[in-house]
């Protein structure tokens, strides 16, 4: 019992294992340029979806403009956002068409710029929106 904690090779193996694994999330510089088009889309999909659920708008918004995507990996993966959304033609409860038309009525046009943080977990097909914040544009 003379050998203390470091005399049990399995205990020294975990704690060998554990450092190793903290140096590795320490050489991780935060969030990237994503280069996933395939995922971006999904995560934009999922953020239009929660924000025309969430807007008490007449009309349906889309995505006008994907200004920036940045990307870090975590337990899942995280999405930082900034996209310029636009109202639609679309009425609320008429469609699901992700692709209506932008508003070409000079008196019905409104776009915001929008920053989001999406937590997600691809391959469980899981979101979360952790942060949003929508300007006027």
């Not at 310029?84 to 915001?112: A, D, E, G, V, Y």
Request: proline share 4%; glycine share 4%; charged share 15%.
């Amino acid at each position: 019992m003379g050998a203390g904690p470091w005399g049990n090779p399995l205990l020294l193996l975990a704690a060998l294992a554990l450092v190793a694994r903290l140096g590795q999330l320490q050489q991780w510089s935060g969030f990237q340029e994503s280069t996933s088009p395939k995922n971006v889309n999904s995560t934009l999909a999922f953020f239009m979806e929660t924000y025309n659920n969430n807007s008490n708008d007449s009309y349906l918004f889309r995505v006008d403009q994907l200004l920036r995507s940045q990307v870090q990996l975590t337990t899942g993966v995280e999405y930082l956002v900034t996209v310029k959304i636009s109202r639609t033609k679309c009425k609320r409860n008429s469609t699901n068409n992700p692709w209506c038309p932008i508003q070409s009525k000079k008196k019905l046009q409104k776009s915001f710029i929008c920053d989001f943080l999406v937590y997600t977990v691809p391959w469980m097909n899981h979101y979360q929106l952790w942060n949003n914040s929508c300007l006027d544009a």
